[in-house]
């Protein structure tokens, strides 16, 4: 008692309440200059340490001096008349007292004060359990280990996306960002999401030294850092448990609960960066996927065991039909990349079938097959093993829509839009979806927001675009685009104005029908100029000779046509309605008895 009498005389009590006040704020300030001006990352987290070491420093000086009028003297030589270490606690009293008060007043503020701005996904707001994975950034002096951090930063954003109660920004989005010193708090706005990991690895002969630290996009400040120093005996061992272990850190600031990562790869680390360039190459799409089939087909080789390859290089050989009439200098044959596709799918199902990307591929085999229901089943498998993975998303939202399932297509690809905001491609899925719907104005924003994110992948669908203006404003609105389009890519555009000038004067005749069936896209003006054939031919022509189906989009043409005896023949082709009377029918078919189905048309007015 008399120790903590003479404690409290002495103002040791006020004096740590001082110190942890005014040290917290210091923290504050800290991390907020360190993300304001560019400060070392270390910087704020040395002022944390200082404050730490200074504490007990504080105390023992609390306790050994004293303020008096004539200066600081130490306790012992001060009579105790002549204290006035009670006018000095009033004092560290109302230093406490305004301290609390502008602590309190920091955390009302950040509570009531909205974001800066809006996410660039098109959400109000962004959820707190939301995160971006920044590629870890290599500081080895050779320079010669980024794919040893893309890899950590792969397997973390992996393990972290199979929550179903964490939104985890795609990694394309989160990869753009890799070499630029962008600002975390137009970073979290940019890809929607309140927090941020980032980064470094520093290789030194056979040690590595990995620093990951989790920060609040908002304001900078850290939420949880960490380092680890390891051997690079077995370098993939390493980084699986460097994974494992951040992801198992941050589940208590975010609150998460996770399971432990689940490895698919190579221990080859030449096959293993192939494969990260890859996955790079095939999210450009266009050119980038003969690089991607490369970049597979190397990993394999290299490895003839790497599940997660085979099952990427069946993806890339399904999704060439949709861009190029050549492969390897020879014309593309549908037969001929199918079997190629259909040959890794298998591979990848022998060597792990439980591995979501086995699944997909499966299921992309399958549904070229025109195997819809086990198709969708594989799907099923994927998503139920990583219900976040974008490019099992983007595909199953493309076979929702070929099987005129709109609504359930919608919801994935806006699903993908808010994981991946800066894929041109799924802005794509969004469109396609929102014109299904009829929702245009939607469909229009996609669009341009795709041609905003890659100018290069937008000349593909630049006749569809037309086609989408003429049927949601009309062909005076189509024609008017075409005047007016700057930098218009070099397919298409005087097909385009053929089509267009040709429906606005009613010429039917500026069009043979082979050359309306080979026009991609143009379903809406083939009908003004060549009726209900020309769009059946198109149909016809997309589904045996490409890899997508259109004999379910919601365009209106399309619509037009369902009850043409064409339309009926079509679908019994490629087993649709087998599907239908297996898991349900769309609402423009019905069955009729138990082998019959009939669809209704909704007329199309010029």
Same mark, same amino acid.
């Given at each position: ?343 890794? @799918?298998? /591979?990848?199902?022998?060597?792990? !079938?439980?591995? +979501?990307?086995? &699944?997909?591929? #499966?299921?992309? $085999?399958?549904? *070229? ?43 994935? @690809?806006? /699903?993908?839009?808010?994981?991946? !905001?800066?894929? +041109?491609?799924? &802005?794509?899925? #969004?469109?396609? $979806?929102?014109? *299904? ?51 218009? !890519? ?66 209106? !043409? ?49």
């Amino acid at each position: 008692m008399k120790l903590f009498e003479e404690l409290k005389r002495r103002n040791v009590f006020r004096v740590a309440g001082v110190y942890a006040v005014v040290g917290w704020l210091m923290a504050q300030v800290s991390s907020t200059l360190e993300n304001a001006i560019g400060l070392p990352a270390w910087f704020d987290g040395m002022v944390v340490a200082l404050l730490l070491i200074g504490f007990p420093i504080a105390m023992i000086l609390a306790w050994a001096f004293e303020m008096t009028p004539e200066g600081v003297k130490l306790t012992a030589n001060v009579p105790e008349g002549e204290s006035i270490a009670p006018k000095t606690g009033r004092g560290l009293d109302f230093v406490i007292i305004g301290g609390l008060a502008l602590v309190g007043a920091m955390i009302v503020a950040d509570r009531l004060t909205p974001e800066n701005a809006a996410p660039a996904t098109g959400a109000t707001a962004i959820a707190e359990a939301s995160i971006a994975v920044l590629p870890f950034v290599d500081m080895s002096a050779a320079g010669d280990q980024e794919y040893f951090g893309d890899g950590i930063a792969e397997e973390i954003l992996n393990v972290l996306a199979k929550s179903e109660s964490l939104k985890v920004a795609g990694r394309t989005s989160s990869f753009q960002f890799k070499g630029k010193a962008e600002d975390l708090r137009a970073i979290g706005n940019t890809l929607g999401v309140a927090n941020v990991l980032e980064g470094s690895i520093r290789k030194d002969g056979v040690r590595v030294r990995i620093t990951a630290q989790l920060i609040r996009a908002s304001d900078g400040f850290h939420l949880w850092s960490e380092t680890y120093d390891r051997d690079l005996t077995d370098i993939f061992r390493v980084q699986e448990e460097i994974a494992n272990s951040i992801a198992d850190a941050m589940q208590t600031p975010l609150g998460l609960k996770l399971g432990a990562l689940e490895t698919a790869r190579t221990q080859n680390s030449e096959a293993y960066d192939l494969f990260l360039k890859g996955n790079a190459e095939f999210a450009r799409r266009g050119e980038g996927l003969v690089e991607a089939a490369k970049d597979f087909e190397s990993a394999v080789s290299l490895d003839p065991d790497f599940a997660a390859a085979w099952a990427n290089l069946a993806v890339v050989y399904s999704t060439t039909v949709g861009w190029f009439d050549k492969w390897e200098g020879r014309p593309l044959r549908m037969k001929m990349i199918n079997a190629r596709a259909e040959h890794a @799918a298998a /591979k990848a199902i022998a060597l792990n !079938p439980d591995l +979501a990307a086995s &699944q997909h591929a #499966l299921g992309i $085999t399958l549904r *070229d097959r025109w195997q819809w229901a086990r198709s969708e089943d594989a799907f099923v498998k994927a998503l139920a093993a990583e219900p976040n993975a974008t490019p099992i998303l983007e595909d199953y939202s493309e076979l929702l829509g070929f099987l005129g399932r709109w609504k359930e297509a919608a919801e994935v @690809a806006r /699903k993908l839009a808010q994981i991946d !905001p800066m894929t +041109a491609q799924f &802005q794509s899925r #969004l469109m396609s $979806t929102s014109w *299904d719907l009829q929702e245009y104005d939607a469909a229009i924003a996609a669009f341009e927001r795709r041609r905003e994110l890659s100018p290069e992948s937008f000349n593909n669908d630049f006749l569809s675009y037309v086609n989408l203006i003429a049927e949601a404003r009309g062909l005076d609105a189509a024609a008017a685009f075409l005047a007016s389009c700057k930098n218009c !890519p070099e397919r298409y555009p005087g097909v385009a104005r053929r089509l267009v000038d040709a429906a606005r004067a009613g010429d039917r005749s500026a069009f043979t029908a082979s050359d309306l069936a080979s026009i991609d896209g143009g379903e809406h003006l083939k009908f003004l100029i060549g009726g209900e054939d020309a769009v059946m031919d198109s149909l016809e022509y997309a589904s045996f000779n490409q890899y997508y189906v259109a004999v379910n989009y919601g365009s209106k !043409p399309v619509r037009a046509v369902r009850a043409t005896p064409r339309y009926k023949r079509l679908v019994k082709d490629i087993g649709m309605d087998e599907y239908w009377r297996e898991r349900g029918w769309p609402s423009f078919c019905h069955p009729v008895g138990k082998v019959d189905f009939q669809c209704t048309a909704e007329p199309m007015k010029p």
